[in-house]
């Protein structure tokens, strides 16, 4: 039940960003693990920053204005702006934080 709600809340968030010119979670299904979704991030193209708070939430560095947008990884729920999340997806520690 509580994996339900889990998903519930993450349908609510703001969707998912075309421009791609800011840092992106991609969330992928809970039973994904944490390598596997790095793995499949990078495999799409992703630049990888770390993991997000959860270990099938995978925070990307945003793709260059010159290139296409990357294609959503195989297995991943969604691909949403980081921007406005206030740290809801993001595991950045303090240092990161104040930097």
């Known amino acids: 039940m509580s994996i ?5 809340a993450l349908v609510a968030l703001p969707g ?6 800011e840092p992106v979670a991609i969330v992928f ?3 994904v693990s944490r390598d596997e979704a790095v793995a499949r991030s990078l495999s799409a193209g992703y630049p990888v920053l770390r993991s997000g708070r959860s270990p099938f939430v995978v925070i990307a560095a945003p793709a260059r204005t010159d290139a296409a947008p990357a294609a959503r990884p195989q297995g991943a729920v969604m691909v949403l702006a980081l921007a ?3 740290g809801c997806l993001d595991a950045a520690t303090a240092d990161q934080a104040a930097s």
């Open 29 to 31: 299904p809970p039973w």
């Open 4 to 8: 339900v709600s889990v998903l519930v």
């Open 16 to 21: 998912e960003t075309s421009a791609r010119r």
């Open 84 to 86: 406005g999340l206030a």
